[in-house]
């Protein structure tokens, strides 16, 4: 399960993610992010309380991080120590600015 919780002002938007980020729920924050992206600068996704990240959930946020390339910038948070481990292995922290 994921719980997604969006803050929009002004072209950011702010997104913190509870739960697990898979197969069954990497759709869902697909459609969410593709809805916000056109209108932004700025995205801003809290991992605070993300428990599990797979690679659904990472191509998600490599298809939002190439959309915002384009447009303005995309920052990842409070990204916890099992969720950096993949991110890390998969080289993904070369891809993503992570705060």
Do not use: C, W
Not at 8 to 17: I, P, Y
Not at 37 to 47: C, Q, R, S
Not at 49 to 59: M, Q, V
Request: glycine letters at 4%; zero cysteines; proline letters at 2%.
């Amino acid at each position: 399960m994921l719980n997604i919780n969006k803050t929009v002002e002004n072209n950011t938007a702010a997104v913190s993610l509870e739960g697990r980020l898979d197969t069954v729920t990497a759709p869902e924050l697909e459609k969410a992010l593709m809805e916000l992206i056109p209108d932004l600068t700025e995205l801003k996704l809290d991992f605070t309380d993300l428990d599990y990240i797979s690679s659904a959930g990472l191509r998600v946020l490599l298809a939002a991080q190439k959309a915002m390339n384009k447009q303005g910038s995309m920052t990842l948070t409070h990204v916890n120590e099992a969720v950096m481990e993949i991110l890390e292995v998969t080289g993904f922290t070369d891809i993503l600015t992570i705060r």
